[in-house]
Nanobody
Framework: QVQLQESGPGLVKPSQTLSLTCTVSGGSITTNYWSWIRQPPGKGLEWMGVITGSGNTWYSPSLKSRVSISRDTSVNQFTLRLSSVTLEDTADYYC??????????WGQGTQVTVSS
């Protein structure tokens, strides 16, 4: 069973770059699809992007200029970076796994607050 665990700072200052890492166990990130999804307070889920087992990436058009997803296959981790954060980037961030673009297994999530 694939398990995912997000890690990273819970507080980021405006204009800085948010960086979160997802550590995967029970499966290899060299196969399937590995996503980042977030949920701002009181709002719905927002898909941010995905990295495939072959290393290809796709991003949400609304975030494309600020978001990147990379991976380190040696430690089975993938990383989200979101640049130039604003207060509106405050959210619960989740990493997720799927055999297609649709996520079927999620991490517990990590809360990120953007504040000066």
């Amino acid at each position: 069973q694939v398990q995912l665990q997000e890690s990273g700072p819970g507080l980021v200052k405006p204009s800085q770059t948010l960086s979160l890492t997802c550590t995967v166990s029970g499966g290899s990130i060299t196969t399937n699809y590995w996503s980042w999804i977030r949920q701002p307070p009181g709002k719905g889920l927002e898909w941010m992007g995905v990295i495939t087992g072959s290393g290809n990436t796709w991003y949400s058009p609304s975030l494309k200029s600020r978001v990147s997803i990379s991976r380190d296959t040696s430690v089975n981790q993938f990383t989200l970076r979101l640049s130039s954060v604003t207060l509106e980037d405050t959210a619960d961030y989740y990493c997720a796994y799927g055999t297609t673009f649709m996520a079927i297994s999620w991490g517990q999530g990590t809360q990120v607050t953007v504040s000066s």
